[in-house]
C-alpha cells in the first residue's frame, strides 16, 4: 500500500517534471539567498542567476553591471550581477576594491554567443567582441548563447569565499565544481578561422591566485568592484546611468564622490581614448591582481596596477626575474619602441602554460589585446642603453 | 561537447553523479590529448579542503595531471611514497604555471616526484617553515630550452629546509631559493640543469654536501636588481661541483643564459658569501667565478634601481679541494683570453674574478679589509680577468686576494624545523 502510494507519488512528480521540462518554466520568482556557512550543489539556490526556460534570469534586486575594460576570458562574454542583503552597503574606496557588507554576492556567469544553428550546450561557439564582451541588463537570452560557468563570490562573515559552478549539457542547471573543470570547445572567428581550445574552469584555489590581492594576508576579494572599473554608465533596464551613482541611488554604495571626481578606466576597446589610457587599463584588469606591490606577482618586481608611474616598476627596460623561458629570449620586460624585444607583448602572445600571461583564465590568444599592447610599446619614446 | 569534472573515483563517489557521468565522456573533441585525470581531481579534492594539521599522502602511481594543483592551507603535509614511487606528471598540463604551487607556511613536502610541468615544478610562494625532503622535480628529456624554468622553488620564504633532493633538466635552476632567509640547502644531487642550485637575493644560507654535476653552472649565489631585498651571508661548503660543463640551454634575457658553461661555483654582487671545503673539479670555464652585475651583459641606464649594488663583496674563498678545470672556457673573449696567458695546453686559475669593483669604495686601488675579496686557497690562483677592458689586461693576481674574513656562524633552523640535525660539518661522503 505504501509502496503503491510512492509510486503514485513519484508518478506524479515525475509527470509534472516532464511538463515543466516541456514548456516554459513558471516557477516561482528567483529570490536571493545568503548561504552564511554552507556551499549549495546548484547555482539557482543562490537566486541570483538561474536558467527559467530560455532565460537566464536575474534573481529579485540582483544588478547587473560591467567593468570599463574586462579580463580577458577566451573570448567569454560576462555577465556580472551583486546582490546587498537589505538595509547593508558598501564603503566606497578610491583604489581599492569596496568595502562590502557579509551577504553579498556576487556572480560572473561566462557565456559564448553559439554559432548559429547549433543546440544549446553546443561546442561550437564565436567570440563576445567589444561590447557582447559584457551585456545581460535583463539576464541573458539562452536561445543564442552557450553558458559555461557561473562563479560566485560571497562575503561571509569569515571574508569572501570563491565557488565556480559549471553549467550542465542542457544549460538548465549549474552545479559546483570545486576542483574546476574543462570544456572543450570551438571557435569560429567573425573572419571563419576555426579554433579548437580548451576552456579551463578554475579550481577553488586557482580562484583564489588571482583574488588575493595582499598575499600576505591571503584574504579573498573581489577584483571587479573598484571605482575605476564601474565609472561608467550602464544601460540598465530602467535607462543608461552611471554605475556609481546607480550603485549610490539605491543605497548600496556609501561615500562614493560624483562620477566626475572619481577615477575612471578607459574601455580597452575605445578607439576615441588615448593608446595609452587603453593599454594601462587593460594591463591593469589583466596583470595587476598579480603583478602589484602585496599580489602574488610582487616577487617579479614588476607592478602594472593603474596607479603605477615609475618606468622601472612598469617593466621599462627592467631585466627578468624568474622568466626562465618565458623571456622568449629577449632582455627586458617592456624595450620602448620595439615590441618584438619585448617581454610583456611575447608572453600576452604566448598559449604555452608557463610562458603565456596572465597564467591563468586563458589557452587563447587575446589579439585584439596583444595588438594594444604592442601598439602602446612601439609608441613609446625611449630606448634601453646599454652602460 | 561537455563540460567534464574528470572521472571521479570510488573516493570522491558522493560528490555530482551528474558531473561524474558526464566526465566519463571521453570528449569528441579536443584541442589537446585528454588524459585520465582522475588522480588530480582526488589530489586536489584534498588539497582543497585541507586542514592545518593535515597529511596527505598520496600513494605510490604514476598520476597524470593537466592542470597545475595547489595548496592554500597553512600546516598541510604532502606525502609520496617515495620520489620513483609516487609520480605526479605534468607532461599533459594545459592549465596553470607551475605544477605545484604553494602559498602555504608550515608546509612539508617529501617523497614525492613532479615531473615534466611547463613551468616550475614546484613553487612556494612566501611561507614560514618550509621542507622540501626527498623530492624529485625533473625533466626526463634532459636538457631543453623549453623545459620549466625552475625544479624546487622556494621565494619569499624564512625558515627553509631543502634536503636529499634530485632536481633535473629545469630550463634555468634546479633548485632556486628567492627572496628567502635562513635557509638550509643540503644532500640534494643537481644535474643537468642551467643552473644546480641557485640562491638569490636571499640571506643566512648554508648550502652543504650536494653534488652538482653536468649543469651549466653548478652552484650560484647571485643579487639580481629591482627587487624588495638584496642578498648576503651565504656559506657554501662540503659540497661536490664537477663537469658542469653542458651548454648554457637558458633562454636569453634569463640571469642564467649569462652565466659561461663550466662554471663549477659562481658569486654574482652578493655579499659575504664564503665558499670552503668544497670539491670542485672539471668545470671548464673555471672552478669559482666572482663577477658583479656588469659581467651578466643586462646592465642599462635605466634599468637598474638605484639601491642595487653590483659589485660582489666580502667573499671569503678557503680550503677547497679543486682538480682540473678552466681548460676550455665558454665563450670566444675568454677562450682568447685563456690562449694569450695560459697558452694552447694551459688553463685559467681555479678562481676567477671579474675585475669589476666599486670605484667609490676603493681605497688607494683596493676594497676595505671587511669588504674584499679573500682567496686563502693555496696552491690556487686567483686571475683578475680584467672585465672592464674586456679582458685586455688580464692577469694571474693571486697576492691581491690575500687575505683572511670572519667566518660566519651556522645557519641554526628554528621553529618546528629546529629539531632537524644541525649543520653536520661532517665531510662529504
Known sequence: MRRSLLATIAAICLGTLGVLGARAFTRAPLAPHYFANSNPANLSDWGVVAAHGQHLALGAGVVPYDLATALFSDYAGKLRTIWLP????????????????????ISKTFYYPRVAGQPAGSAAVRPA??????????????????????????????????????WNADQTEATLARVGARADLELTRDDGRVTKFVYAVPNANQCASCHTPNHASRALSPIGPK????????????GRENQLAYLTRIGWLRGAPAPDAAPRNARFYDTTASVDARARAYLDINCSHCHSAMGLARTTG????????????????KPPVAAGPGTGDHNFDIVPGRPDDSILAYRLAATRPGVRMPELGRNLVHEEGVALIRAWIAGLPGACQAE | MRVTTGCLTGLLASVSLAAMLAGCDKPKQQAA?????????VILQKLLDAKPGDVITIPAGVYHLDSSISLNVDGVTVRGEGMDKTVLDFTNQINGSEGFAVHASNFTIEDIALQNSKGDALKVNEGQNIIIRRVRAEWTNGPATSNGAYGLYPVQTKNLLVEDCYVRGASDAGIYVGQSQNIVVRRNHAIENVAGIEIENSSFADIYDNEATKNTGGILVFNMPNLPVPGHSTRVFHNHAYANNTPNFGAKGTAVSSVP??????????????????????????????????????????????????YPEAIYIYGNHFKGGGDAPDTLKLKAAKLALFGLTGHFPDVIWDGFANPKKL????????????????????????????????????AAFACNLEKMAPITLTGPLADTPATSGAAKS
Open chain 2, 261 to 310: 658553461a663550466g662554471t663549477g661555483v659562481i658569486v654574482n654582487a652578493n655579499k659575504k658569501v664564503e665558499i670552503f671545503d668544497n670539491d670542485i673539479a672539471d668545470n671548464a670555464t673555471g672552478n669559482v667565478i666572482i663577477a658583479s652585475y656588469f659581467s651578466t651583459g643586462f646592465m642599462t641606464k635605466t634599468g637598474v634601481a638605484e639601491a642595487y649594488d653590483p
Open chain 2, 33 to 41: 590529448a585528454p588524459a585520465d585525470t582522475s588522480g588530480q581531481t
Open chain 1, 86 to 105: 537589505a538595509g547593508t552597503s558598501a564603503t566606497y574606496d578610491a583604489t581599492q576594491t569596496f568595502d562590502f557588507p557579509v551577504g553579498t554576492i
Open chain 1, 302 to 317: 614588476l607592478h602594472l596596477d593603474a596607479n603605477v608611474t615609475e618606468p622601472l616598476r612598469l617593466g621599462f627596460c
Open chain 1, 227 to 238: 571605482a575605476r572599473h564601474l565609472n561608467h554608465d550602464f544601460a540598465y533596464t530602467t
Open chain 1, 129 to 166: 567582441l567589444g561590447a557582447l564582451l559584457q551585456s545581460g541588463a535583463d539576464g541573458l537570452e539562452l536561445s543564442t548563447i552557450r553558458l559555461v560557468e557561473t562563479r560566485v563570490l560571497v562575503r561571509r562573515a569569515s571574508g569572501w569565499v570563491a565557488l565556480p559552478y559549471v
Open chain 2, 363 to 398: 681605497v688607494d686601488g683596493k676594497l676595505p679589509a671587511d669588504s674584499a675579496i679573500c682567496v686563502d686557497n693555496a696552491p690556487s690562483d686567483v686571475l683578475n680577468a680584467d672585465g672592464p677592458n674586456d679582458f685586455k689586461g688580464a692577469k694571474v693576481d693571486t
